[in-house]
């Protein structure tokens, strides 16, 4: 296992990713819709708001362990489902839900994985992780798909709700994003300086989209993620829907991308468990506001209804700090979780949970806190938020 030690950020861990792997898989991660000025806002916002230091507290005895939909977490952070993990580094779902058993937070798998629910299931002794579900034209593959999900020990549903389209990313069209990368002579060099990751890309089986290659009818180019989205994803998706999805599914649903009050107050009343204040990481609607911006008036709504997490542009411990103080009973991290896992694999994930777990725990004492469960926005100052 390598020393990071002196791996000290999120954004060390960005940097070695960026030098670890291939352009196309790092620009999907790293970058937006558009002008990606909602992706970008989703980290900056959180710098404008600012804590309260407090003094000549007792900081013994401190806690940030939590509760999100009744399971018991070491911090109120999960791993959030990102398309394409295994493209960041071999076998990167099957490491990054090894590294969230172990240090005791969720791990949510992308209906667009390398790595299958079966494999998760396999290589974590069947320890139950989240399931992301994107709705598709083909019902009876969603409801194979849920089966699936239920067979590997899945105990609940991630129900995204923003991507009925796939938002217009730059970057993956300049790069020609696909799964295995095409052999062209730009691909082939950019892989020349990626010895690490190639490597680890030939120790693998697993190279295109696990939940999807042999299980799903009629896909003409699996390997491309626009064309699968634009023949498989449904853009006639309805509260309907997530009705129909909720029976046949039977256990602990989530609702993934809301921003809007309206919105947040049909998805209380849907029957779910929790709901994502999301957009998609500045990735689908550019233009946007950052999802803690739309946090608080969402929590104001429905915060008494329904449990209210959100996710994007966590970097820190401090970012979770914040978002917990204006109402999330739950974060989700994605780019943070991408960033650990291109950097060094298993042991990148570990690194970025222990810097969010230990930038969370000390700013909260600094705040006066001890524990996670008495944090409200007092710890803020008035103005900033």
């Not at 791990?107 to 992780?129: N, V, W, Y």
């Not at 790069?175 to 120790?203: E, R």
Request: aromatic share 6%.
């Amino acid at each position: 296992m390598p020393d990071l030690s002196k791996i000290t950020c999120i954004e060390d861990l960005r940097v070695v990713a960026k030098r670890r792997v291939p352009r196309m898989f790092y620009d999907y991660a790293d970058s937006g819709a558009w002008t990606e000025s909602t992706y970008r806002a989703n980290e900056s916002d959180f710098h404008k708001i600012k804590l309260r230091q407090r003094v000549a507290v007792n900081m013994e005895g401190r806690s940030t362990r939590s509760t999100m939909i009744g399971q018991d977490v070491a911090m109120p952070v999960a791993i959030a489902p990102t398309g394409l993990t295994g493209m960041q580094h071999a076998d990167g779902e099957i490491l990054g839900a090894r590294a969230a058993k172990a240090f005791g937070v969720p791990f949510t798998l992308s209906t667009m994985s390398i790595c299958s629910l079966e494999d998760i299931a396999e290589h974590t002794g069947r320890h139950p992780f989240w399931f992301q579900l994107y709705v598709m034209k083909d019902r009876d593959f969603i409801e194979r798909l849920i089966e699936r999900a239920r067979a590997a020990n899945v105990s609940a549903l991630q129900l995204t709700l923003d991507l009925q389209i796939l938002g217009q990313r730059h970057k993956d069209i300049k790069n020609g994003l696909s799964t295995p990368p095409k052999p062209t002579i730009a691909n082939m060099i950019n892989l020349a300086t990626k010895p690490h990751w190639c490597l680890g890309m030939l120790g693998t089986k697993r190279r295109t989209f696990g939940n999807i290659a042999g299980h799903a009818k009629g896909v003409k180019d699996l390997s491309s993620l626009s064309s699968w989205t634009a023949e498989q994803f449904d853009p006639a998706l309805s509260w309907a829907d997530v009705e129909w999805i909720k029976k046949r599914w039977g256990g602990k649903l989530i609702l993934k991308g809301i921003m809007d009050v309206e919105d947040a107050r049909l998805a209380a009343s849907s029957g779910a468990d929790a709901l994502i204040v999301s957009n998609h990481g500045g990735r689908q609607l550019d233009g946007a506001p950052s999802s803690i911006a739309a946090l608080p008036a969402i929590v104001d709504a429905v915060g008494s209804e329904i449990e209210v997490w959100m996710d994007g542009g966590i970097r820190s411990g401090q970012d979770v700090l914040k978002a917990r103080a204006l109402g999330a009973r739950g974060t989700l991290i994605g780019r943070s979780f991408l960033y650990g896992l291109g950097a060094y694999g298993q042991a990148g994930v570990t690194r970025a949970l222990q810097i969010i777990h230990k930038e969370l725990d000390v700013t909260m004492a600094f705040c006066g806190r001890t524990d996670i469960e008495n944090v409200d926005s007092s710890i803020l100052l008035p103005g900033t938020f």
